[in-house]
């Protein structure tokens, strides 16, 4: 931007998350000239600087929390097993007992004294395991490998001494009053086996992750949704014991529950009782809701299946949505818009494009529908051709890729217009330099995968410095757009939801429509995906 004395500003977009009060805002910053050439080459430079600055901070936003969040998950997935053990074999051992003991006090030395939990030199073999178990993001000498190395630690005590509780907890006997009379204890053994909410979801999230049933963010958001059902409905409350009661307590809670109360100041680190219905702190969001429900309704049904309730008193508790406002979660570009984002990162005028991702990755977006997440996992082998036609292959094969659904994995003629504006050359240049992933700058988080940069970009700060945005308009909707301009194209609707990566509707396509629709019928459809619009 100019003033009216002709020196040139850059408008530099601060996102929300590194404002002390959560609101997005902008720095205006005078460049000194009133060259444009010399205020371009400048604003570029500050950009580029900005644009790691932004990185470095937001990349710590719920950091600590989600790696407290696995070693939680971690060491009570063992202390469940371990009870199991000692369960069904009786109490420890007097050695067993003693190696707990003995771990109780290295674990206790080691987290006063820093030293390492295995008497060596260091932990970094047992950390290296447990970062490659649950496909963590944390390099050797990060402060994130600090958090881990202290808080490992830390667990690990915890663990020990919850074992050795629970363990001493079995010599007592509490016999009370009164002896049930035969019949009472048959029909107490009729009733299906004890088990705790605790207990009942370590087993559930142990058997789901044995089946490999989760992606590594789903990990962690159940965890999440289960952490609150115990602070709700107390973590070691029989399930047996519940009743529609409490389902529609835990539902009346969902409703009031705060949005972002880790991150919240007006919420973080205060019991739930203190931050229900708070005035002025916004709740979360219908599907938001529904998730937690859907969470809490699958574990149930698990234990049903499995003999420990009768019933699922979650089942059908979700909160009914209208179709319209399913529909409105997103709304799709206008043409106008779509104009405005292909002119800003072909021509970059603006100097907002200061990595090929930015472009090559909004462009994809653009010109396929393809989900953030699938556009962010690329590789260049997935860049190819088949049948004479070149495709994006959407699949699961590689470093850490994970797919929606079974409907995901598919091919997407690439769109012409993306061919005309380089694609090809820019894949090449990357395996000329024995790159294998599309954008390799791309860092792995466990909670949104490989797609966490090109999300800040482009929601943080292209839609922002554009004008575009706002709760409803965000990188997902390029899937709406494009969902919305083939079916005014006159493509069939089974037709765009292979492209897009929707699953089928009715017993025809599911069962007897398997092999799909040819790769020819997919270019030609997707080249009717047209916005009047030179590249």
């Known amino acids: 931007m100019k003033s009216r004395c002709g020196v040139f500003y850059l408008r530099w977009p601060i996102p929300k998350q590194l404002h002390p009060e959560k609101k997005a805002s902008t720095l205006k910053l005078s460049l000194q000239t009133r060259d444009p050439r010399k205020a371009l080459r400048l604003s570029r430079s500050l950009s580029q600087i900005g644009d790691r600055l932004n990185d470095r901070g937001m990349a710590y936003g719920m950091r600590y929390e989600e790696l407290r969040g696995v070693l939680i998950e971690h060491f009570r997935r063992l202390l469940n097993e371990v009870k199991a053990e000692i369960n069904a074999a009786g109490p420890l051992s007097e050695f067993d007992r003693e190696i707990y003991e003995s771990s109780k006090r290295v674990a206790k030395h080691a987290k006063v004294t820093d030293r390492p939990l295995s008497l060596v030199q260091s932990d970094d073999d047992l950390l290296t395991r447990f970062i490659k178990e649950y496909d963590l993001d944390i390099e050797p000498g990060s402060t994130e490998y600090g958090w881990l190395d202290r808080d490992m630690k830390l667990s690990f005590h915890e663990f020990t ?31 299906p086996c004890s088990m705790t909410i605790a207990d009942a979801a370590a087993a559930y999230t142990a058997e789901r992750q044995r089946g490999k049933a989760w992606a590594a963010k789903t990990i962690i958001e159940k965890a999440d949704h289960i952490r609150l059902l115990e602070e709700i409905l107390g973590s070691d409350t029989d399930v047996r014991a519940l009743t529609a009661m ?10 009031v529950y705060p949005r972002n109360r880790s991150k919240n100041p007006a919420t973080r680190g205060k019991p739930l009782v203190e931050v229900l219905g708070l005035p002025n702190v916004e709740p979360i969001q219908v599907p938001t809701i529904n998730k937690y429900l859907q969470t809490y309704s699958e574990l149930f049904e698990w234990a049903k299946q499995n003999h420990h309730v009768t019933e699922n008193l979650f089942s059908d508790l979700t909160v009914k949505q209208s179709k319209r406002n399913k529909d409105d979660d997103r709304e799709a570009y206008t043409d106008e818009q779509i104009r405005l984002i292909l002119q800003t990162v072909l021509d970059n005028e603006r100097g907002l494009v200061t990595k090929p991702y930015q472009r090559w990755a909004t462009l994809i977006g653009i010109y396929t529908g393809a989900r953030l997440g699938e556009v962010a996992q690329l590789h260049l082998k997935d ?7 070149w495709v994006f292959d959407m699949n699961e094969e590689g470093d850490r890729k994970s797919l929606k659904t079974s409907a995901a994995r598919r091919l997407v003629p690439i ?36 797609g966490r940069q090109l999300s800040r970009w482009f929601n943080d700060r292209l839609l922002v410095e554009l004008g575009l945005k706002t709760k409803t308009r965000v ?7 494009v969902n919305t301009r083939l079916l005014q194209a006159g493509v069939s609707p089974a037709l765009v939801k292979s492209i897009i990566g929707h699953e089928q509707e ?9 092999e799909g629709f040819t790769l020819q019928q997919l270019k030609e459809a997707m080249q009717k995906l047209d916005y009047s619009l030179p590249v």
């Open 161 to 191: 001494k919850a074992v050795l509780a629970y363990n001493e907890s079995l010599l007592r006997y509490d016999l009370g009053p009164d002896v049930q009379p035969p019949q009472a204890d048959q029909e107490e053994a009729a009733k």
């Open 246 to 255: 409490e389902a529609r307590r835990v539902k009346e809670t969902l409703l």
């Open 383 to 389: 860049i190819r051709q088949q049948d004479g036609v």
């Open 415 to 450: 769109h012409q217009k993306l061919i005309d504006a380089g694609l090809l050359g820019y894949v090449q240049a990357m395996k000329d330099r024995e790159a294998t992933k599309l954008f390799p700058e791309f860092t792995y988080d466990p909670k949104n995968g490989w």
């Open 475 to 481: 990188f997902h909707s390029l899937r709406h757009t």
């Open 506 to 514: 009715g017993m025809t396509h599911r069962q007897y429509f398997k």
